[in-house]
């Protein structure tokens, strides 16, 4: 893909590689009501697309100005696309709001891998594994993915979980147990 091939500086400039965390924000972003009408890869993929076109005026810095840029991106060609399909408009409230959602379940991804070390390195790591996390969310089945995801980073309670997906406690907790397995396996390869 051409955002693999962009470079800034002499180096590669791969945006490719933040497509599941972009992804993972955009699903966490999305109004579920607007889902079966927006597909949250097809976001991303504008995104990227915005980003490449884009990014002779990026000042590349490390992964974390990079994941902000695209977060900004995203959270712009979110509420552009919640506009057109006419259920909110396109207020500075809104933008704001949706603003703030992205960039709190990007804090809620960094949480669930948290560390108490905050030096530039430990950040660095940090935000590197909140890549890989996010490619490894994509590597487990849509109802693992989805139970972790509500649990874990909507941090809804089990109650709430079940109701939103019309899941037993018990069918709900062994797929949660059985994501978590596949998910550390994943972030081990």
Not at 56 to 64: K, M, N, S
Not at 125 to 142: C, G, M, S
Request: proline residues 3%; aromatic residues 4%.
């Amino acid at each position: 893909m051409a955002a693999r091939e962009a470079s800034q500086g002499g180096e590669p400039f791969d945006l490719e590689r933040f497509r599941p965390y972009l992804r993972l924000l955009a699903e966490m972003g999305l109004d579920r009501k607007l889902r079966p009408i927006l597909d949250p890869s097809d976001v991303v993929q504008e995104t990227l697309l915005e980003a490449y076109r884009d990014r002779e005026r990026f000042t590349r810095g490390g992964d974390a100005e990079v994941a902000g840029w695209l977060r900004r991106i995203l959270s712009n060609n979110l509420a552009d696309l919640v506009k057109a399909h006419g259920r909110a408009k396109r207020d500075v409230g809104r933008q704001r709001s949706l603003d703030d959602a992205i960039e709190k379940s990007s804090l809620r991804l960094e949480k669930w891998l948290a560390a108490s070390e905050s030096s530039p390195s430990r950040k660095a790591i940090r935000h590197e594994e909140v890549l890989r996390l996010a490619a490894a969310l994509y590597t487990l089945p849509e109802d693992e993915r989805e139970v972790l995801m509500l649990r874990h980073l909507h941090e809804l309670t089990m109650r709430e979980l079940c109701a939103r997906t019309g899941r037993s406690t018990a069918e709900a907790a062994r797929l949660i147990q059985k994501g978590l397995l596949g998910l550390r396996k994943a972030m081990k390869a």
